[in-house]
Nanobody, 119 residues
């Protein structure tokens, strides 16, 4: 049974930082491209950052470039999202996503973790 377990969300003041973690189990982690998405109330889910392979290229939404960093540790089956200089508009539920790189119909979502940026 595949599980993606996000953690690290919470309430933070504007300008603050958080580090999200997503621990994967039940899959061969190295075969999956890992991504972070977010969904704010009343908005569609959007891609925040992705990292297809360990040590490989990364991609970011324009709104988070220079502030967020995605990384992964294949030995720990974990992907991270370091978020700095947080803004109120970063408030959303953040989801971890795993996409099999060779079989596109195989993908998994985590349950999400709430990030709230507010005074």
């Amino acid at each position: 049974q595949v599980q993606l377990a996000e953690s690290g969300g919470g309430l933070v003041q504007p300008g603050g930082s958080l580090r999200l973690s997503c621990a994967a189990s039940g899959l061969t982690f190295s075969r999956y491209a890992m991504s972070w998405y977010r969904q704010a109330p009343g908005k569609e889910r959007e891609l925040v950052a992705d990292m297809p392979t360990a040590g490989g290229s990364t991609n970011y939404a324009d709104s988070v470039k220079g502030r967020f960093t995605i990384s992964r540790d294949n030995a720990k089956n974990t992907v991270y999202l370091n978020m700095n200089s947080l803004k109120p508009e970063d408030t959303a539920v953040y989801y971890c996503h795993a996409q099999h790189r060779n079989v596109l119909r195989i993908d998994y979502w985590g349950q999400g973790t709430q990030v709230t940026v507010s005074t």
